[in-house]
């Protein structure tokens, strides 16, 4: 069973992973797996090359796995562009023999971009919350100039706000999700009761996890 890994907590994936000594008679084929700096080393090129996509913005959630030398991408794409750009930054990595792509791409939906915007602004501007937003403010200022067209159209996914964005929002048929990492479990908390307050969500699930707390059980 492989284990999704978030990218911000991908480091601590490093001190849990196991290893099978290979049978001594399989010596002269190929490994099955890779050799314990191998895996830290795949385990933090894989974080950063996600990490660095140009489309992986506030409205995705990537998480990975390794299985033998396979990485299994998953999560969530606004956009399509994003799972072909994961897959093909992933498997250069120097090690990756094969790269499984599970990545689920949303369905375009107006009603789910104005979703979208109303669950930003309603975290992204409480002041608690602000801290975790490298625009330090609203939608409008995050996507700068013309940002009041395209909300007016419905367009914030092709035009999603960039910068760091500890909590990513996912949003599907109304429905809302809340990944990422916060300080403590009341900032949490907060997220959950602005993305709830939101005007046209269905529901939300708040995943946000808790730095240095152990990932919620499902």
């Avoid at 030398?69 to 990595?93: C, D, F, H, M, W």
């Amino acid at each position: 069973m492989t284990r999704p890994i978030p990218l911000l907590l991908a480091a601590a994936f490093l001190t849990c992973v196991t290893y099978t000594p290979i049978a001594q008679a399989q010596e002269t084929k190929p490994s099955a797996t890779w050799s314990q700096n191998d895996t830290l080393r795949v385990v933090k090129d894989v974080q950063k090359k996600l990490a660095g996509l140009t489309n992986y913005a506030v409205f995705d959630w990537l998480t990975f796995g390794i299985h033998g030398k396979t990485i299994i991408l998953n999560g969530y794409a606004s956009r399509p562009t994003l799972k072909s750009e994961a897959e093909n930054a992933v498997k250069k990595i120097p090690g990756v023999e094969n790269v499984e792509n599970n990545i689920e791409v949303l369905p375009y939906s107006p009603s789910d971009d104005r979703v979208r915007a109303a669950v930003y602004n309603r975290i992204y501007t409480a002041p608690s919350l602000r801290m975790y937003n490298a625009n330090q403010g609203n939608l409008g200022r995050a996507i700068g100039p013309g940002g009041g067209v395209a909300l007016a159209a419905g367009g914030i996914t092709n035009t999603p706000p960039t910068g760091f964005h500890a909590i990513h929002i996912v949003v599907k048929n109304g429905h809302v999700t809340l990944y990422g990492v916060v300080n403590n479990s009341t900032d949490a908390a907060v997220a959950g009761m602005q993305a709830n307050s939101a005007p046209g969500a269905f529901s939300v699930q708040n995943d946000l996890m808790v730095a240095g707390a152990p990932p919620k059980e499902k």
